[in-house]
C-alpha cells in the first residue's frame, strides 16, 4: 500500500518536505490531490464530522486507519520507516528539535508577505511586508542561519566529510528540509540569501550535495516537482529582498 | 534526579506548557533560570560552542546528557515518562499533532502584538497590532477554537463525561496545554474569548475541569506560577481585543 501525501496540489508549500522525504528514499506513495478527483478525498478529511482525528491543515499523511497532519510529525513518523533517521532515542528526537526549528523559520518565512493577514492579498499588507521583510532578513534570516551552521559544525561526524549533515554521519530528512529551505530562500530572497550563505558554508555545501543525491536529482527534474510561485510558502517579490 | 527546566524566569510564556505537565503529574524538576546562578547556565546551553546539540531557544529540557529544546518535542519525551499520554503509537502522534497544532496557535496569538518585529517595541508597531488582532479575532481565533471544539465532540470517550478530554479517556499534556491557551487568551482577549467560547462549550468545560485538578490548582496557587503580564506571550492590549 503506497503512503498516501494530501496537500495543496499547485503549490511546494509545507507538503514539499514530505514529498522530499518520500522522493529521496524512494518509497511509494500517491500525491492525492494531484489525481483526478484528488481534491474530494483531502477535503473529506478537513471537512467531514465523520472524521474523528481531523487535521487542522494540510499536509498529511493517510495510511491504513492513521491520518497525521504536521509537517514535523509526519517526518518524525516517516523517519525510521525511510531509513531517514538514525535509530537512538537520542538521535530521533534531536532530528525533531531540528526540525521543529526549521518549521518556525519557514512560518517566518511565510509572514514576511503576510504580516497582517493571511486572509488577504499580499498587495494589502505590501508596506507592512517590506517592514518584516527588512526586520527578518538583518534579525531572523542571519539568526537562524548561524544555528543551522553551528550545528554542522559541531556535527563530529562531519570532520572531513565532503558532504556534511545536520545529524549523524548520513542524510536523514532534516538534511532534506534544510536544503528545501536554501532553494526556497535562493527563490524568495536571492540577494541576502546569497549573503548569508557567505557566512554559511556548512548550509551552502549541504544544499550542494543533497541537490546532486541521485534519486532526488531525479525527482527535481521531474514534472513531480512543483515549480516556486507566488501561491507558496516562498515567494519572489524583490521589493522584499535587499 | 529531577529534571532541568531552563526557561526565561520571569514570564509563563512557552515554558509554561512545561511546567503545567511536569506539575500535574507531581515530577520532580528544577526551574533552573529562576534559581540563583541559574541564568548562566541557561545562557551556557545556548551560547556555548562546547553544546553539541544547542537549542535554538528556551525553553528546553535537560536529563543527564540529553538537551531537548521545542515545546512539543518536550512534552513527546515527556509524555509517557509523565503518564500524561496514551500508550499507543496512534495516541502518541494524534496528541503531538495536537500540540502542534496548539504550538502553531500560540505563534499567531504572540504575532498579534508582534506582527512586523520581535526586536521591536509594541509601541512601534501598534497600528499593524491592531491590524493583525483584528484578522486574528474575526478569524483565527474562530477556526482554531471551532478545530479543538469538533476535537472533543468526536472524541467518543467524552460521551456522557463531566470533564472532557482531547486525547481517549483521561488527562493528557495536550489538556493542560489547551487549558493554558484558554486562560492566556482570557487575559489577552477578555472580550473576544467570552464570544468564542459561548460557541466552544467543550473547550470552555476542559479549561474549567482542568483548572480544578487537584495538584493543578495547588500550583496554581503557588508562587511558582507567574502572573500573566506584559512581557509574556498573552499581553492584555485593551486595543488589540473587542
Known sequence: MPYELHYWPTIQGRGEFVRLALEAAGAPYVDVAREEGGMPAMTHYLASPEVARPPFAPPFLVEGKLVLAQTAA????????????????????WTHQVQLTIADFVAEVHDTHHPIAVSRYYEDQQAEAQARAADFRRN??????????AVLERNPRNAGASLPHLVGGRLSYVDLSLFQVVDGLQYAFPKATRRVLKKAPLVAALHAGVGSHRRLRGYLGSERRIAFNQQGLFRRYPELDG
Request: aromatic share 16%; proline share 3%.
Open 74 to 93: 509526519i517526518l518524525m513518523y516517516l523517519g525510521p520507516r525511510l531509513g531517514l533517521v538514525g535509530r537512538s532515542e537520542a538521535d530521533a528526537f
Open 140 to 149: 531572523r534570516l542571519t539568526k537562524f542561519m548561524a544555528w543551522f551552521e
